[in-house]
């Protein structure tokens, strides 16, 4: 993973919330409050940009990668059609022991400015720096 990847912006850009994605997802997740949760969920910030955003822009190697956790704080629902700007940013990049950390943060606004979602992403790469 580089270290110097922190602070860096992997992408930003305008996303519609489209009907047909949280149909999708209440459909995949299939539960009676399937509905609700989709509009909650409808994005994984990661891979806004892309699969290989987040792993060139930290230089991750897949081969020794973990997802280790995802941390939400929701300040409302997504609303169906609406449009959202979206910020991936790498928020930190750390070495603990002989792994490596890399932290990455999407941030959802409404097209006001005003926060919809902000999602922490901890990935892992074991066995240290190249």
């Known amino acids: ?12 850009d305008e996303l519609s919330v489209s009907t047909a994605t949280l149909q999708a997802m209440d459909k995949a997740i299939g539960t009676p409050s399937a509905g609700d949760t989709a509009t909650l969920v409808p994005y994984f910030g990661a891979v806004i940009g892309g699969e290989s955003t987040v792993v060139d822009g930290l230089g991750l190697d897949l081969s020794r990668a973990l997802l280790a956790g995802i941390g939400y704080e929701w300040h409302r629902a997504f609303v169906p059609d609406e449009r959202v700007r979206v910020r991936v940013v790498v928020e930190d990049v750390y070495t603990k022991g002989a792994n490596q950390f ?4 999407a941030e959802f606004a409404d097209l006001d400015g ?6 922490s992403i901890t990935f892992i790469e074991r066995g240290g720096s190249r």
């Open 1 to 12: 993973m580089r270290e110097d990847a922190k602070g860096t912006t992997l992408i930003e």
């Open 102 to 105: 890399g932290i990455v943060v």
């Open 114 to 119: 005003a926060p919809v979602q902000r999602q």
